[in-house]
């Protein structure tokens, strides 16, 4: 079992940059990767970036260049940094461990909140 657990939502305005963070506890040696996904209501959840355990990442067209994605050495902790944020980028960020092949692959493969471990979600806001 694990548990992970989002900080760092916020409000901020066009431009503006937001860390998020993800604590996992628990056995986090099962899952290949680890991934930032997000939700806005009405539209289906969609990854935003994700990290194997290779430590290769991969990240959707919209966000390349300004988020990163990364972890602290004991892979316990799981970061999010967001710069120069777009209204766009409005949503609830969920924090996901999960088996997958590789960054590569789970970028663009459908989402399955059933599988996998999920964490509550925290919500950024971008405003114009």
């Known amino acids: 079992q694990m548990q992970l657990a989002e900080s760092g939502g916020g409000s901020v305005q066009a431009g503006g940059s937001l860390r998020l963070s993800c604590r996992a506890s628990?056995?986090?040696?099962?899952?290949?990767?680890m991934g930032w996904y997000r939700q806005i209501p009405g539209k289906e959840r969609e990854a935003v970036a994700i990290?194997?355990?290779?430590?290769?990442?991969s990240y959707r067209d919209s966000v390349q260049g300004r988020f990163t994605i990364y972890q602290d050495n004991t892979k316990t902790t799981l970061y999010l940094q967001m710069n120069n944020l777009k209204p766009d980028d409005t949503a609830m960020y969920f924090c996901?461990?999960?088996?997958?092949?590789?960054?590569?692959?789970?970028?663009?493969?459908?989402?399955?909140?059933?599988?996998?471990?999920w964490g509550q979600g925290t919500q950024v806001t971008v405003s114009s």
């Open positions: 996901s461990a999960l088996g997958c092949p590789s960054a590569a692959v789970a970028i663009t493969a459908p989402v399955y909140t059933e599988f996998g471990y």
């Open positions: 990290i194997d355990s290779d430590g290769s990442t």
């Open positions: 628990g056995d986090t040696s099962s899952m290949h990767c």
